[in-house]
C-alpha cells in the first residue's frame, strides 16, 4: 500500500498554536526531564514516551550534536495513531544560563541565528523517502525555560531562552510501521547528529 506523508507549514497553525510555538512547547519537554531518563540521550526508544503531551502532538528526540557519530541511536516507539509527529532534524537553543557570556535579549537570538546559519547538511527521510525540512525559529523569539539544576534534579532554575533550527512537523500517519531517520551537521561540519526511529502507529 502506497502511503502519502502530510505535513504541517510554517505558516500553519496545528491545534491553534504556530508552528513555532510548538517548537517552544519541544524545548520545554526536552530541557525537563533528568539527563538519565531523558529521551534525548537513549539509545532504544524505552523513554519516548515521558512527559508527551496530553494530545494531539508527539515529540521525537534528537540527539546532541557531537564531533564524531558514535553508537547512532536506534529507537523503538509506538505512536498513538491521533497524533501529529514533531521532531527537530538539527536545532539551537541559547540561554545566559548555559551562555554566561550572552548579556542581553540580542545576544541570546543571534546566537542561536548565527549558529544555524553554519549547518551544511540537514537530512530526514521517511521509509528512505526524503521528506521536507523547514526553518522555523521559536515563537516568541524570547521564552521562558526551567532548567534542572546539573547538580541536583529536584531544584530548577528559571531562566529565559531563544531556539532556531530545521524541524519536521508530520500530520497523523495512517496505522503501520515506519522507519524514520533524521540528522545534519552544523560548525561547518565539525559537530553532527543523527538518529534512527522505528515507528510503529497504533489505533
Same mark, same amino acid.
Given at each position: 500500500?502506497?502511503?502519502?506523508?502530510?505535513?504541517?507549514?510554517?505558516?500553519?497553525?496545528?491545534?491553534?498554536?504556530?508552528?513555532?510555538?510548538?517548537?517552544?512547547?519541544?524545548?520545554?519537554?526536552?530541557?525537563?526531564?533528568? %539527563?538519565?531518563?531523558?529521551?534525548?540521550?537513549?539509545?532504544?526508544?524505552?523513554?519516548?514516551?515521558?512527559?508527551?503531551?496530553?494530545?494531539?502532538?508527539?515529540?521525537?528526540?534528537?540527539?546532541?550534536?557531537?564531533?564524531?557519530?558514535?553508537?547512532? #541511536?536506534?529507537?523503538?516507539?509506538?505512536?498513538?495513531?491521533?497524533?501529529?509527529? $514533531?521532531? #527537530?532534524?538539527?536545532?539551537?537553543?541559547?540561554? #545566559?544560563?548555559?551562555?554566561?557570556?550572552?548579556?542581553?535579549?540580542?545576544?541570546?537570538?543571534?546566537?542561536?541565528?548565527?549558529?544555524?546559519?553554519?549547518?551544511? $547538511?540537514?537530512?530526514?527521510?521517511?521509509?528512505?523517502?526524503?521528506?521536507?525540512?523547514?526553518?522555523?525559529?521559536?515563537?516568541? %523569539?524570547?521564552?521562558?525555560?526551567?532548567?534542572?539544576?546539573?547538580?541536583?534534579?529536584?531544584?530548577?532554575?528559571?531562566?529565559?531562552?531563544?531556539?532556531?533550527?530545521?524541524?519536521?512537523?508530520?500530520?497523523?500517519?495512517?496505522?503501520?510501521?515506519?522507519?524514520?531517520?533524521?540528522?545534519?551537521?552544523?560548525?561547518?561540519?565539525?559537530?553532527?547528529?543523527?538518529?534512527?526511529?522505528?515507528?510503529?502507529?497504533?489505533?
Amino acid at each position: 500500500m502506497l502511503v502519502s506523508f502530510d505535513f504541517f507549514n510554517s505558516f500553519d497553525k496545528p491545534y491553534g498554536q504556530t508552528f513555532g510555538s510548538w517548537t517552544v512547547k519541544w524545548w520545554q519537554w526536552a530541557m525537563s526531564i533528568p %539527563s538519565d531518563m531523558n529521551p534525548l540521550n537513549d539509545q532504544t526508544g524505552k523513554n519516548a514516551g515521558i512527559k508527551q503531551p496530553e494530545k494531539d502532538v508527539w515529540f521525537l528526540a534528537g540527539t546532541w550534536a557531537t564531533e564524531k557519530l558514535i553508537n547512532v #541511536p536506534t529507537r523503538d516507539v509506538t505512536i498513538p495513531s491521533d497524533r501529529a509527529i $514533531l521532531f #527537530p532534524v538539527i536545532n539551537c537553543e541559547a540561554n #545566559p544560563i548555559e551562555y554566561p557570556h550572552l548579556k542581553t535579549d540580542d545576544e541570546i537570538i543571534n546566537h542561536v541565528i548565527q549558529d544555524e546559519n553554519t549547518i551544511v $547538511l540537514k537530512e530526514a527521510f521517511i521509509n528512505d523517502t526524503a521528506i521536507p525540512i523547514q526553518r522555523v525559529p521559536s515563537d516568541p %523569539s524570547l521564552f521562558s525555560l526551567r532548567l534542572l539544576d546539573k547538580n541536583d534534579n529536584n531544584k530548577h532554575i528559571d531562566t529565559r531562552a531563544s531556539a532556531d533550527g530545521y524541524w519536521v512537523f508530520l500530520k497523523p500517519l495512517p496505522k503501520g510501521e515506519y522507519n524514520i531517520k533524521f540528522g545534519g551537521k552544523c560548525e561547518s561540519g565539525r559537530l553532527c547528529t543523527s538518529v534512527d526511529y522505528k515507528i510503529r502507529i497504533s489505533k
